[in-house]
């Protein structure tokens, strides 16, 4: 995956149509739930997102690496803090007022802790997107997340937890 993305960037970098440096911060609110095979539980998550698209664009088309962490709670009895973490590599294609966008995050991981409790769970995630120009600088996005852990801090899970939201997000793409 990192050869194919790596050699991607390189052709689109060598290209007479080259345009130039995608960067893109973003930040907004997620709101979803979680949901444990385990204990055949699901549960109301939400909470402040925010990171950045990092790449290259030519004649519309982006591809990079995109990083994202957070602040979420959920509705848990008693209720946890989490921050959610991914990085990974992104693809799309747009113009002027609108675009749509996918990703595959490489490295995802939620941690929650609450009173006596602290554990990490990892595994991976994509997401889906589609993004409208409300203003010249300022982008307006909405997402789709999907992540599925496999491993939490003491080894490989029995049955998958998975992460299931929606997001908002403003961003601020620019072409440098």
Known sequence: MTKFLMGTLFLLASSPAFAGLLLEPYVGYYSGKWTKGSCNCSVDQS?????????????????????MSGSWVDKNSPSDD??????????????QS???YGGYGIASSLRQTS??????????????GVGFQIVPLIALNIEYLNATYTKDS????TSHMTSSMWGLTLSIPANL
């Open 47 to 67: 909470g402040a997102t925010y990171g950045a698209r990092v790449g290259v664009e030519s004649e519309g088309f982006m591809l990079g690496a995109d990083a």
């Open 82 to 95: 989490e921050t959610p973490s991914s990085v990974g590599a992104f693809v799309g294609y747009g113009g």
């Open 98 to 100: 609108f675009r749509v």
């Open 115 to 128: 009173t006596g409790y602290d554990d990490t769970y990892s595994g991976t995630d994509y997401k889906v």
């Open 154 to 157: 003491s080894g490989p899970l």
